[in-house]
């Protein structure tokens, strides 16, 4: 009963096929494999962006700090919410990678609100040298509490970005389950709603590890290409990245992947509002689950087996509430999830 998280999943089977079918004979080095002009292309139609540079890295980390080194100077800020992976999950990535930006945070917990974004950039006097200088804006789709931007609510972030000249990127990790739940597409939820650059996530949703990096203005395509040679981002065998992003994409198999990691979150909540004692923290709206149980519930899951992530120890007084992450992959069967479930329902 493993929920712990997606990205400790296996591969999606169409991804392995693509995987092997790469493995064999020679193919150029550092990206310049016929696979990845295969991708790029890919990409560039489901984007609706013919002009858009395409770039592949092994990890959600790399392609996110680059990224934002790519849109920031070292004396600009960067501004995200307080939960957004670049500030609790990177290790200081994004300040390393940008040669020391740092971050803002706006709002209060996984999402920020178009007057929260405008009041933090306003508390940056311009034209203050003493100051940091405003910089990029980070948005995370699906937010690490399992939310969703609306449409809406992207167009108002990124429009008082530029309304600051400030562009605005999005840590897509989970980018294809936001899609879906949206019932939206590609274009739609990024450069349509004003989104200037984009980590495309494979890893969570059936790869064995790679993302894309996507500009769609192509003007920041060899900053990026030197920031990622210069980082020890560049793959010599690229192929093997280029492959996966391949299978992923090819007949849908991203958005299959998704549907089927909602769907069994979506079963997974519908069991739950049926536990004794357990409290939503959010409203689940794709793949990832935040609720609060009772230290004993716990303890009694935890000693079956289930796998999850726990806020807090299991050693202490029995009703105090502690939250817990549960999080679906494309794999999960339902069999596991009613097994779960059962044992929740004591």
Not at 52 to 64: E, I, K, P
Not at 264 to 280: K, S
Request: aromatic share 8%.
């Amino acid at each position: 009963m493993y929920f712990a998280s997606d990205n400790a999943g296996p591969m999606h089977p169409a991804v392995a096929r693509a995987m092997i079918a790469a493995d064999t004979g020679f193919q150029p080095s550092y990206g310049s494999d016929t696979i990845m002009d295969g991708v790029r292309a890919q990409i560039r139609d489901l984007f609706e962006a013919p002009q858009a540079a395409v770039y592949l890295v092994a990890t959600g980390t790399a392609a996110n700090a680059l990224a934002l080194a790519t849109l920031a100077q070292p004396w600009q800020t960067v501004f995200c919410t307080p939960l957004a992976h670049i500030n609790v999950d990177e290790c200081n990535a994004p300040e390393f990678y940008t040669g020391g930006a740092k971050l803002s945070l706006v709002g209060g917990g996984d999402k920020m609100s178009a007057d929260e974004l405008r009041a933090r950039i306003e508390s940056y006097p311009k034209g203050d040298v003493h100051s940091a200088q405003r910089g990029p804006v980070q948005i995370t789709q699906v937010t690490e509490m399992g939310r969703l931007y609306t449409l809406q609510e992207l167009r108002a972030l990124t429009g008082v970005a530029r309304e600051y000249g400030l562009p605005s990127f999005m840590d897509g990790a989970r980018f294809a389950n936001a899609l879906v739940a949206l019932d939206c597409t590609p274009a739609e939820m990024t450069w349509k709603a004003g989104i200037d650059a984009l980590s495309l996530g494979g890893t969570k949703n059936g790869c064995a590890g790679v993302e894309a990096v996507i500009f769609f203005d192509p003007v920041h395509a060899w900053e990026f290409e030197l920031r990622r040679k210069r980082g020890a981002h560049l793959f010599s065998k690229h192929r093997y990245l280029s492959a996966q992003m391949q299978g992923y994409l090819a007949d849908g198999t991203w958005l299959e992947a998704a549907r089927a990691a909602n769907s069994n979150a979506a079963r997974l909540a519908t069991g739950l509002r049926n536990v004794p004692e357990l409290e939503f923290v959010e409203q689940p709206q794709a793949n990832m689950i935040f609720a609060t149980l009772p230290r004993h519930a716990h303890q009694r899951l935890k000693a079956a087996g289930a796998v999850y992530g726990l806020w807090g120890d299991l050693e202490g007084a029995a009703d105090e509430r502690l939250m817990m992450r549960l999080v679906c992959d494309w794999s999960i069967t339902h069999e596991t999830i009613d097994d779960f479930l059962a044992l929740a329902k004591g």
